[in-house]
């Protein structure tokens, strides 16, 4: 580890939802994580280490809740990689006390996600039913929150080849006056010019992407407001 370098780490989950209300409404507050990566970078995006993990509490021990994840037919190639050894499938204990071990060894000084609100929300809400409310909140006290969506909207969204790049891909939101998407799968395929990517939507491999959009929106050397808060 490089005392001169000052890491940061990138997050992403994917959840499933905690709460049936009103007979089969699903309510997204209650997300709770089933699986988590994490990447620790640089602000150029240089990859340090990662984590991959499946969490035993949500993935196993509620699979009638599990059904209801959005990507849920993904649960037997989430099997497969449990079992080839390329994800792995740990209590939530487990995974907290590696998240914690690599921000101590690192020295991270901020952790980022796109659309991070809903990151730190679904983190929160599982932490809190995982331990009964014992422990409440899943990131350091004052760790700062950076949102990469935030960081895009400043600094990709308001170029001109980027408008034309989602205009000429049907890219376009239905409002109005349409205005750019910036999904990270969109924000990627235009960064790295393979315009058929598709996002997986699984923790580690959604964080790497987002690893190279936080990148990009650095090396435009413009001002960006794109701190959520300090947890």
Request: proline share 2%.
């Amino acid at each position: 580890m490089d005392r001169r370098i000052k890491y940061i780490m990138g997050m992403d989950t994917e959840t499933c939802n905690g709460l049936v209300v009103d007979g089969d409404k699903l309510d997204l507050s209650q997300s709770l994580v089933y699986d988590i990566g994490w990447a620790v970078t640089d602000k150029k995006g240089n990859i340090y280490k990662t984590r991959s993990f499946l969490i035993y509490e949500v993935f196993v021990a509620m699979k009638d809740v599990m059904a209801s994840a959005y990507y849920a037919e993904k649960i037997p190639m989430y099997w497969e990689q449990v079992k080839s050894g390329q994800r792995k499938l740990v209590r939530f204990q487990t995974m907290y006390n590696m998240f914690w071990n690599d921000i101590k060894e690192y020295g991270v000084s901020a952790i980022f996600a796109h659309n991070a609100r809903f990151d730190w929300k679904a983190l929160t809400n599982t932490i809190r039913w995982v331990y009964k409310s014992k422990k409440r909140y899943f990131f350091p006290y004052k760790m700062e929150i950076w949102d990469t969506l935030k960081m895009a909207r400043q600094t990709i969204g308001k170029q001109k080849s980027y408008r034309r790049f989602c205009e000429r891909n049907g890219y376009m939101t239905n409002h109005k006056v349409p205005q750019v998407r910036l999904t990270a799968e969109i924000l990627y395929r235009y960064i790295s010019g393979i315009n058929d990517f598709d996002e997986s939507h699984t923790g580690l491999e959604d964080v790497l992407i987002e690893t190279r959009i936080m990148a990009h929106c650095f090396r435009q050397h413009k001002p960006m407001k794109y701190r959520l808060f300090a947890s």
